[in-house]
């Protein structure tokens, strides 16, 4: 071969056929260290073609499962989520049971007072159960601290008693589950 191409290989110098064969040389240790006398460079740059195709194919396989793990992972999460919060649903379904007993523990007439202690046992029973799937009622006190992300202030008002941004009266209880909130507790806070 020459390294020029406007030359015949008759004016070829035997400068440029010993440049082509350190080359090719160098080309031959680069891909086999111990160099088959038989192997011709045509093999060899067939060979490092091959090396480069199985390096890439070996790159894809582990991006490949690098990526089946991580949606591996992914799909474990919100396996273990839909677990957690399955009974979430039901929760905010009950939420509007528990209410009624707040009607109707102030709907009892003086007279019949008695009653107020068998709804007052169902109504913790029935918390007792819920408390069990994780779900835990928010009914802060008078007082307590306004925190957003338990409560929702219907309204303020000014109150010689307390510090404002504290808890005056409570309108209606609020859920979470495992810490996630379900319904705010709604509350009057003082200003």
């Given amino acids: ?9 008759q004016e070829e110098s035997p400068i440029n056929t010993n440049i082509e ?7 031959q240790e680069i891909c086999e260290p111990e160099t088959n006398e038989t192997g011709t460079a045509k093999e060899q740059v067939q060979i490092i073609k091959l090396e480069k195709e199985l390096a890439e194919e070996k790159d894809k396989t582990i991006r490949a499962l690098a990526e089946i793990e991580n949606t591996k992972r992914r799909l474990q999460k919100d396996l273990e989520n839909a677990h957690k919060f399955a009974v ?16 109707a523990k102030q709907s009892i007439p003086e007279e019949n007072k008695a009653y107020l202690q068998g709804i007052l046992m169902i109504e913790d029973s029935f918390i007792q159960v819920l408390s069990k799937h994780g779900v835990e009622v928010i009914h802060p006190n008078k007082g307590e601290e306004f ?21 005056i009266e409570v309108f209606q209880r609020g859920f979470s589950i495992k810490r996630r909130l379900i319904r705010p507790a709604m509350v009057i806070v003082s200003s």
């Fill in 1 to 9: 071969m020459s390294l020029t191409n406007n030359k015949t290989s």
């Fill in 21 to 27: 064969q350190e080359n090719l040389e160098d080309l």
């Fill in 88 to 103: 979430e649903n039901l929760v905010k379904d009950l939420v509007s049971v528990l209410d009624s007993f707040d009607g």
């Fill in 147 to 167: 925190e957003p992300e338990k409560h929702q202030a219907m309204t303020m008002q000014e109150n010689v008693e307390l510090s404002p941004n504290q808890i």
